[in-house]
């Protein structure tokens, strides 16, 4: 039986690179992205799981990496708002955010963008009220919400 | 945030995760982590030893006994419950209130197993599996034991699931042409319940659960006598809800007084049949 540790190695995918880490079984996962890996993209709003400022994709599916361990993650593929335009060249909901001033003072916008990208990779083509569904753990504190919408639905519309 | 220390164990069999919660003192199985991390930030719970449960696939199935009881696994998702083709045939009122509880990136993490373990008095799974008349089982070094829904919540953060022991399943009877109901209001569109009703009707019976108005769920029994002669008109329900709030003792908060909990009570528990009597097949 593996008895219970402190401290444990990780082996994750991060943004299509293979990683090892030792990390102590505390760390949130967050925490690890930032500090550890130096990913600073993930934002931390709250801290309390509420606000998806820390949003990333746990094997494929967005989640908020502020209510997670580290240790959690361990053997997942995890993708962070830095992993989206890997190339250097934004994807289309990256363009349609800057194209729809979709963002006020940017802070929510890594976990926005994870979360569009999540819907848009369920569904292609989201109505506004899908986009909004999709968005409800996602806050923005500028309240610029309308913008965030429209860009969403229209880089739907553009593939 | 920085936690406070915790020991991390990660079983590869239900066996030895039972063995780590019984060996080590202030165990604590980790499921999802969407309420256990949140309240290890805010120094509410301090567990010594966190047992992650990621790594039992067979906590993870869904499926049907020989009976035809939907077998849920204790760490099944709400996303999972929400795209299962076995809960859609069976009793798709689970995925309906999977879809509204927290956000996607809640509803990929957290189960039905944390849900009702948790036993938080505002959480959507607990009333709801009273009023379908679930059963519960719990394995332990011991062996395994099968709790109902109605002796399963003992009150707030308490279940009868005990120290050492873990939930493994949550078993659905089949809705043989019964419908299923969930009413209640929120704050905010899927947001926390102030008071929340789930209601079953099976022919000329009901069973009804309201939510939020003490520790654990609360059946509506004199309410589910009165609708026993079978009566499921808009009339005839409301008239079997009155009472039921004054059976009550709700309690007042910042989101509703006790009396508007007890009136939110009525109004819930009828919509909630109706929509469940609407349902009927039969």
Redesign the interface.
């Known amino acids: 039986m593996g008895a219970p540790v402190t401290s444990r190695s990780v082996s994750v995918e991060v943004n299509g690179e293979q990683i090892e880490f030792e990390v102590p079984t505390r760390r949130l996962l967050v925490h690890f992205l930032r500090d550890d890996l130096g990913l600073t993209g993930t934002h931390i709003g709250c801290d309390t799981g509420n606000c998806g400022a820390c949003t990333v994709h746990l094997d494929g599916e967005p989640v908020k990496s502020c209510m997670l361990l580290a240790v959690q993650a361990d053997g997942a593929k995890l993708t962070t708002v830095e992993g989206l335009a890997a190339d250097g060249e934004l994807t289309v909901l990256q363009q349609s955010f800057n194209e729809h001033h979709a963002l006020q003072c940017g802070y929510c916008t890594p976990g926005m963008l994870m979360s569009a990208t999540a819907l848009l990779a369920r569904n292609p083509r989201p109505s506004e009220e899908d986009v909004r569904y999709a968005l409800q753990g996602n806050i923005c504190r500028c309240t610029g919400y309308v913008n965030i919408v429209e860009a969403i639905v229209a880089a739907g519309n553009s593939r | 945030?920085?936690?406070?220390?915790?020991?991390?164990?990660?079983?590869?069999t239900v066996e030895?995760a039972i063995?780590?919660l019984a060996t080590?003192d202030g165990?604590r199985p980790?499921a999802g982590?969407?309420t256990l991390?949140?309240v290890m930030?805010a120094r509410a719970a301090a567990p010594d030893?966190?047992?992650?449960l990621?790594d039992l696939s067979e906590l993870r199935a869904i499926g049907f006994s020989s009976g035809g009881m939907l077998e849920i696994g204790s760490m099944v998702t709400y996303?999972q419950l929400m795209g299962s083709s076995e809960v859609d045939v069976s009793r798709p009122i689970l995925g309906e209130v999977a879809a509204t509880i927290?956000?996607?990136?809640?509803r990929?993490?957290g189960t039905i197993g944390g849900n009702v373990c948790v036993s938080d008095p505002t959480n959507h799974l607990p009333p709801l599996l009273v009023a379908l008349g679930a059963t519960f089982t719990i394995r332990g070094q011991e062996g395994e034991r099968t709790v109902p829904a109605d002796e399963f919540f003992l009150g707030v953060y308490m279940t009868a699931v005990g120290e050492g022991e873990l939930l493994t399943t949550v078993n659905v009877p089949p809705s043989s042409g019964a419908g299923d109901g969930f009413a209640g209001l929120t704050i905010g569109?899927?947001g926390t319940y102030v008071v929340s009703a789930a209601a079953t009707v099976a022919g000329d019976s009901a069973r009804i659960a309201i939510g939020c108005v003490a520790a654990s769920p609360v059946r509506a029994t004199a309410m589910e006598d009165s609708l026993a002669g079978g009566d499921f008109s808009e009339a005839a329900v409301r008239a079997a809800a009155e009472g039921l709030g004054a059976s009550l003792d709700p309690p007042s908060d910042v989101h509703g007084s006790a009396d508007y909990r007890r009136r939110l009570a009525e109004v819930s528990a009828v919509r909630a049949v109706l929509q469940a009597a609407g349902r009927r097949k039969s």
């Open positions: 945030m920085l936690l406070r220390e915790v020991e991390y164990a990660r079983p590869a030895e063995s780590l080590y165990a980790l982590g969407q991390v949140n930030k030893v966190l047992v992650d990621a996303a927290g956000d996607v990136q809640v990929n993490r569109k899927h």
